[in-house]
């Protein structure tokens, strides 16, 4: 059974599809954050990639360590085929449900 | 901004580094320091960013290394990271507390009070033992006494101290003190105030100096220059509102001006006189006739150079003193040099008291700990099937050990923390109940040392009742376990918390031997005669300054106070004295006798010294043994007169020899002036009804030398004498509303005040005595349940096969009751040795007081008995019928 998205994974998602090459914990929160008026612990942003990566939606390789960062790596994600169908199909579960219903839902 | 301020907490990027699972620590670090960095810093500001990253490490998914398969080349097994354990049996532990209410609230009200008590008693310990003072380099500081024979010490006079300045090379600084009292006016009332009069110096030996101004030096001490002051934190705040400007500014002590020149900080701990709330500076030269070599009155304490050891400095000061003494042989007593380091001094009364409490409470601990982890054994002993059925799954021993490690040290840690709030309440109790001569009052609360020894109690706590439980459980067979039914269990168990029972009464005998020597000691000390009659007896002390300026404006205030209180409704009889017994007053006097002249004038008699009025030993009953009182005739210019007390007249006047009509000489062995000895007094305890020091000379203050500027009224009532003391003091300050009038108490307060280390003692042990008492009870009952719960069916077929209630009831009170008895053996075994610690607190009783013994023993037999009781009733109630079917 294909697994349903939750709205936190939903958004993380989106937010990896949005960065492209440039997605790994601290943009992915920045981008939430800026979009989605959402402010989240880098701890809620970390527990959700790693569901996704348990489920396959996700993938992950190491970066360059910068100086920033205390010297320490990034961790890159990028969304995999099985993620980016995933995404599609709830977006489209949640715009079907919508339509219909008033103008107001569709587009807020 | 320099780099490290910047920087995330260290503190919790440590702990998260070791949190995190190791795949994910890098990249997580690395991404919160980025964005403390790069977003928070610049946004909200370092503090805030620092406070965001701590919020942050309580976010972390610390567990997340477990379902990261992409990361993992093996797969993951629930539970198999070191945190994710801890955290699970945590869970589990909680879950395991909460469902038993009545268990959990037990163990941890026992673990408190055990925990608590032992904090409180520990934040008393610490200050006055353990920790350093607060000065610098607190271990150079030495007191200097003379050492007379039979090891007793005595403080120096003005030019002893004078030679040792000028002689010895071992100080950085000596310093010479005496205590004063200062009258302060100026403000809406007068205030007696504590003052300390110190060599310049003083402040160098102990290392702290003045926060506001200067500290003294050295042409402050010049006599008939400007008079100067420091004064206290706690005075500048209270009297002067703090005023920042004071330096400089002039107040008026005893009706002088004093220049004020510095404020001490709020910090300075000043051990040498507690209550000194003002410094003056001693004023002292060796011409002054209170600066002599036999004046001794001034306490010496110095400060070693840091290349000189105490051995040596002792060393040289003997050397110096050999050479003084020989000088002049007729001037001193003493054979040597005493010198202690300033905290061993100070703390030299207070410890015994304190090791002998620190015993007790420790021996409290023991017992609760015993009896929580007699409770956690009769609840292993119910989940021996749980542990069956881990290992069986597979379960290592070492991990059901941590997990019942885990759920002991949980329960240590809520009690230990609810314990803390004992001993925050305790601290208080302790500080309220605690004698006067208890150093380092202020110092004594919960801090930081005392709550790491908490944590050190809690965690060794929580280790040890673990440990015995986890052994037993893992130690069970496989197939017993699974095999009996919950009910029954290991005889093992049975027999540790047989052993467990037996020490707890065991220990309990040790505590109530304790508390009833002290008790006993306390009811002998309160039955003693102290030479005069105690109740319905008033005592104040008025002070004579600020404008009586000479003797006799002095004297004749005394005459008219004497007057008014005599015509005060409800006097019987009064009387005035310059030292009051039981009240801490402490003045001796050479005494020379014309017609025993000695060799060495300073070994001669030194009796407490009683400057009284006519009427005093009347008023305070005092027996009058031969001879006369003194009436309004002994007055000065009249034939100097003097009375004196059995215990002198025994001492240095042979049995036969009648004293009165001698001549004694509070002056000069050789040329007087002479007192004829009139009357002969029954003994009054001065210090404590306890202190044998009694030797006594009575003489009538108008003929004495000088006038007292401070004299104790004392005021026999025909009834209540604590109702009196209004109208006395009314009467007092009509005739000059400028006198202080200060410690107003019965003389029966002050009688048990004088005896307050040993009620402190008695108290808490008492205290100890009856929680030791009430565990151990609650530890037999405890035994006696488990065992007729797991004995039922043998009851059931015991009572089926004929036995009679009586006979079941009999069986179970004996068990218990044999448990008893062997820990009572034990505890009066061990409290034979262990009782001669009290002996500084002992009156009248030997620590092998047998009468203690026997009545300990009794009381613990009763209450055993009782503890048994409850359980064999239940046991002899059984149905046969019905645990047999039950099974």
């Known amino acids: 059974m294909p697994a349903n998205l939750g709205e936190l994974e939903q958004l993380v998602l989106l937010a990896i599809a949005r960065l492209g090459d440039d997605a790994y914990g601290v943009t992915v929160r920045k981008e939430i954050a800026s979009r989605a008026k959402r402010s ?36 890159h994600f990028v969304i995999t085929a099985a993620g980016r169908r995933a995404l599609q199909r709830s977006m489209l579960a949640i715009r079907t449900m919508a339509r219909g219903i008033d103008a107001s839902w569709e587009t807020p | 901004m320099n780099e490290r301020q910047i920087a995330p907490p260290a503190l919790a990027v440590w702990i998260l580094s070791h949190l995190l699972p190791h795949a994910e620590r890098d990249n997580y670090l690395g991404d919160l320091e980025e964005i ?110 003379e050492r007379e024979k039979k090891n007793e010490t005595s403080f120096v006079g003005f030019t002893t101290f004078a030679d040792f300045v000028r002689d010895s090379k071992s100080f950085e600084a000596l310093a010479a003190m005496g205590q004063g009292s200062a009258t302060l006016t100026g403000g809406d009332q007068p205030a007696l105030l504590e003052s300390q009069r110190v ?68 910090t300075f701990e000043n051990v040498l006189a507690p209550g000194a709330q003002l410094w003056t500076p001693l004023r002292y030269e060796v011409s002054l006739p209170w600066a002599c070599r036999s004046c001794r009155h001034l306490r010496m304490v110095g400060r070693l150079k840091p290349d000189v050891s105490a051995a040596q400095a002792t060393r040289e000061m003997e050397t110096i003193f050999q050479r003084i003494t020989k000088d002049h042989l007729t001037d001193y007593s003493a054979i040597g040099v005493a010198m202690p380091m300033l905290q061993d001094d100070l703390t030299k009364d207070a410890k015994p008291v304190l090791y002998a409490l620190l015993g007790a409470v420790l021996l409290v601990l023991l017992i609760a700990c015993a009896n929580v982890t007699n409770l956690l054994l009769a609840r292993a002993a119910q989940r021996s099937g749980e542990f069956t059925i881990r290992a069986a799954l597979g379960a290592e021993r070492g991990r059901v050990v941590r997990q019942l490690l885990t759920e002991s040290l949980l329960l240590a840690a809520i009690g230990g923390t609810v314990g803390i709030l004992v001993a925050v309440a305790g601290v208080k109790a302790l500080v309220a109940l605690s004698p006067a001569g208890l150093p380092r009052l202020a110092a004594i609360s919960v801090n930081g040392p005392v709550l790491l020894f908490a944590l050190a109690i809690v965690t060794l706590v929580g280790v040890a009742f673990g440990l015995v439980p986890a052994i037993h459980a893992t130690r069970a067979d496989l197939h017993e376990g699974i095999k009996q039914g919950s009910r029954r269990t290991a005889g093992s168990s049975r027999v540790t918390r047989g052993a467990l029972v037996i020490s707890e009464v065991a220990l309990a005998i040790v505590l109530l031997v304790g508390s009833g020597l002290l008790l006993r000691s306390s009811s002998r000390v309160f039955a003693v005669n102290n030479g005069f009659e105690a109740s319905n007896l008033l005592t104040m002390q008025i002070q004579a300054g600020g404008k009586l300026s000479n003797d006799t404006l002095v004297r004749r205030f005394y005459e008219q106070v004497s007057d008014a209180v005599k015509s005060v409704p409800g006097v019987e009889s009064m009387g005035l004295t310059n030292q009051l017994p039981m009240s801490g007053d402490y003045d001796g006097q050479g005494v020379h006798i014309q017609n025993h002249p000695s060799p060495n004038p300073a070994d001669d008699p030194s009796p407490f010294r009683y400057s009284v009025s006519p009427g005093y030993i009347e008023a305070m009953h005092i027996k009058l043994v031969r001879g006369r009182g003194f009436t309004a005739q002994d007055k000065a210019g009249a034939p100097g007169v003097a009375i004196i007390n059995e215990s002198f007249a025994k001492k240095y006047w042979p049995a036969g020899e009648d004293p009165i009509g001698q001549r004694v000489s ?27 020091k009694s030797d006594g000379i009575y003489m009538p203050e108008t003929q004495w030398g000088y006038a007292n500027n401070q004299m104790s009224l004392v005021v026999r009532a025909k009834g209540d004498a604590a109702a009196l003391a209004p109208a006395i003091r009314r009467a007092i300050w009509a005739i000059d509303k400028d006198q202080p009038i200060v410690r107003v108490a019965t003389a029966e307060s002050l009688i048990a005040k004088s005896e307050a280390q040993r009620r402190f003692a008695l108290v808490l042990f008492e205290a100890f005595a009856f929680v030791a008492l009430a565990l151990a009870a609650a530890g037999i009952y405890g035994v006696l349940a488990g065992t007729v719960t797991e004995r039922l069916r043998e009851i059931g077929v015991r009572s089926a096969l004929g ?6 009831l009999g069986m179970i009170v004996k068990q218990g009751l044999g448990l008893a008895a062997l820990g009572a053996v034990l505890g009066l075994i061990a409290a034979f040795g262990l009782s001669h610690v009290l002996t500084s607190l002992l009156f009248g009783v030997s620590p092998l007081d047998p009468a203690t013994y026997v009545g300990v023993t009794c009381l613990l037999g009763l209450v055993a008995f009782g503890a048994c009781l409850v359980p064999a009733l239940r046991a002899a109630r059984v149905d046969p019928m019905e645990t047999l079917r039950a099974e």
């Open chain 2, 803 to 808: 036995a009679s209630a009586g006979d079941i």
């Open chain 2, 36 to 145: 403390f960095r790069n977003e928070i810093c610049p946004s909200r500001g370092v503090k805030a960013a620092r406070r965001w990253y701590w919020l942050e490490l309580l976010r972390a998914p610390i567990t997340i290394g477990d379902r990261a398969p992409s990361e993992q080349l093996v797969p993951p097994i629930r539970g198999d990271g070191p945190v994710t354990n801890t955290l699970n049996d945590l869970r589990f532990a909680v879950r395991l507390l909460a469902r038993r209410p009545g268990f959990t609230t037990l163990a941890v009200l026992t673990l408190a009070l055990g925990i608590g008590a032992t904090t409180a008693i520990f934040s008393a310990v610490y200050p006055i033992v353990v920790e350093p003072l607060p000065y610098p380099h607190a271990d150079r500081v030495l007191m200097i006494y």
């Open chain 1, 40 to 75: 989240l612990s880098l701890g809620s942003v970390y527990t959700t990639l790693t569901r996704l990566d348990a489920k396959g939606f996700v993938a992950s390789h190491l970066g360059e360590p910068t100086p920033e960062r205390g010297g320490r790596r990034k961790k």
């Open chain 2, 199 to 266: 060599s310049p110096t003083y402040f160098d030996v102990l290392g702290v100096h003045a926060a506001l101004g200067r500290s003294f030096r050295a042409e402050d001490d010049i006599r008939n220059t400007p008079r100067v002051t420091i004064l206290s934190n706690a005075l500048w705040r209270s009297r002067f509102g703090g005023d920042s400007a004071i330096v400089g500014k002039p107040i008026v002590l005893d009706a002088n001006q004093y220049i004020v020149i510095g404020v001490m900080p709020p």
């Open chain 2, 666 to 692: 509070a002056n000069d062995p050789v040329k007087g002036p002479w007192l004829e000895i009139v009357g002969i007094v029954g003994d009054v305890k001065q210090l404590s009804p306890s202190n044998s």
